[in-house]
């Protein structure tokens, strides 16, 4: 066993109260990927790690190995994501991103795409005002990120192209499917406007995405056939969805 | 090769112990072995010390504390201020706060704290008997003494978007309690200045 000590960039994605005061995080790591470790005593008033273990900030961490358990000693904020753990909707979408991607990634498994990924879609959020672009975006990089990418060039079967006829997305065909070829597959209808859309988003760059202009109903048309195709390659839906619908159903504004 | 293994009472007690917060197969063991050689009232003293309080504690039906009766001393005390409600995430949090002497009020127990991540919504807390109790009227302010983590952030903000609307004040504790601070680990002078420091949400 590796008894050397650690030190890499670190995105905190979930903690819970351990024992008296301790906490035990899932943090995402730049270059050894999602680790848990233990981090004692931060909820004492004094701790010195009592700001790199809050959720979602961003800090280089110093890990050291004890009985099979990582033990965080050591850390040095990077960006505290002050702004994002202050208002609620945006730890609600947070709290999205993190479970996804506990959900997918294995411990200790590199995984820097993923990390960068993970540290510009918060980043992004912070100062956000419209999140809906940047969670779409991290959805469907995240799938391309982990190898499923959906296809949304024409028919994943007959490849017909988009001008031409209804089609839907299905998450057990990899992309989008004519009405004819479709046959009894799951699928979730889409207009060649949300195709083209989440195309944008798979491939431009990330400041054009913000001129993009979506009507609600595509909006929500993209959202469904995103959530429809994730969920089937998760397994599960993730349940941070639920509680983001019941946050932002009680906006203030 | 044969593998002795303890007596099968012992193995009960042991697993129980496990199911306690924190306690792993060696702390269960030695635990075990503590109460087997500890004075028989001591021991049995454990036991019946659980039973009591299972048959006897609940939660005050006006604030969730826990409590022997129906309603808990601070409800049933007509000195406090029935303006004043502090919310807090955990029994043990009106204790630290009524340690600090600065609360003149009535306090409202949550039982946890907002986590998307876990799935820990509205409905595992008690928000809705709060939100009973406000909709009841007297009340101009809650106070949100939530834990600074993201969690308790979170339980607050929640909170005030859902009372805002009812006219009621609503002010979260300030100054001096630090990013990221337990209540319970609050040293009581900083959380007195706190209360002198809240701000509205
Ligand atoms: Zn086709
Ligand atoms: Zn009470």
Redesign the interface.
């Known amino acids: 066993m590796d008894t050397r000590a650690i030190t890499d960039e670190a995105i905190i994605l979930?903690?819970?109260d351990?024992?008296?005061?301790d906490r035990l995080l899932v943090v995402l790591t730049r270059k050894q990927g999602k680790i848990s470790a233990l981090a004692k005593g931060?909820?004492?008033?004094n701790?010195s790690l009592?700001?790199v273990?809050?959720?979602?900030s961003v800090s280089t961490l110093t890990f050291s190995h004890s009985k099979g358990l990582k033990l965080v000693t050591q850390g040095q904020s990077i960006e505290s994501m002050r702004l994002l753990?202050?208002?609620?909707d945006k730890?609600?979408y947070a709290?999205?991103i993190?479970?996804i991607v506990d959900m997918v990634l294995e411990e200790g498994k590199a995984n820097e795409q993923v990390y960068v990924l993970v540290f510009t879609v918060l980043t992004l959020l912070q100062a956000a005002d419209d999140p809906y672009m940047i969670m779409r975006f991290f959805d469907l990089r995240m799938l391309a990120v982990l190898g499923y990418r959906p296809y949304l060039d024409s028919c994943v079967s007959c490849k017909r192209g988009l001008h031409n006829g209804k089609f839907a997305l299905s998450a057990a065909r990899g992309g989008i499917i004519c009405e004819s070829c479709l046959g009894l597959y799951n699928a979730s209808p889409v207009s060649v406007g949300a195709v083209r859309t989440m195309a944008k988003i798979l491939d431009s760059d990330l400041r054009r995405l913000f001129n993009l202009k979506i009507t609600k109903s595509m909006r929500e048309e993209i959202d469904t056939a995103i959530a429809n195709y994730m969920d089937y390659y998760l397994e599960k839906a993730p349940?941070?969805r639920?509680?983001?619908a019941?946050?932002t159903g009680?906006?203030?504004k | 090769m044969a593998f002795y293994y303890f007596p099968k009472s012992m193995e009960k007690l042991i697993s129980y112990l496990m199911k306690l917060?924190?306690v792993g197969p060696k702390t269960a063991q030695r635990l075990a072995f503590h109460l087997l050689y500890a004075p028989e009232a001591d021991a049995l003293g454990l036991a019946e010390a659980i039973k009591e309080a299972r048959a006897k504690v609940k939660r005050c039906q006006n604030c969730s504390n826990l409590t022997d009766e129906a309603y808990c001393p601070i409800c049933i005390d007509a000195t406090r201020d029935a303006k004043s409600i502090c919310v807090v995430e955990q029994p043990g949090d009106v204790i630290v706060m009524e340690k600090t002497g600065e609360y003149k009020g009535l306090y409202h127990v949550l039982h946890g704290s907002?986590?998307?991540?876990?799935?820990r919504?509205?409905k595992e807390l008690t928000v809705d008997l709060l939100m009973k109790r406000l909709a009841e009227g007297g009340v101009s302010e809650v106070i949100m003494a939530t834990n600074t983590?993201?969690?308790g952030?979170?339980t607050a903000?929640?909170l005030a978007?859902?009372i805002?609307p009812l006219g009621i004040k609503t002010t979260r504790l300030a100054h001096g309690v630090?990013?990221?601070?337990?209540l319970?680990?609050?040293?009581e002078l900083?959380l007195a200045r706190a209360f002198v420091g809240r701000k509205d949400l």
């Open positions: 979930r903690g819970r351990y024992r008296e005061a931060v909820r004492k008033t701790s009592k700001a273990t809050q959720l979602f753990r202050e208002d609620l730890i609600a709290s999205y993190a479970e349940k941070a639920a509680v983001l019941q946050y009680l906006s203030t | 917060p924190g907002l986590s998307p991540l876990e799935g919504g509205p983590g993201v969690e952030e979170a903000m929640y978007r859902l805002k630090p990013v990221g601070g337990d319970e680990y609050t040293d900083t």
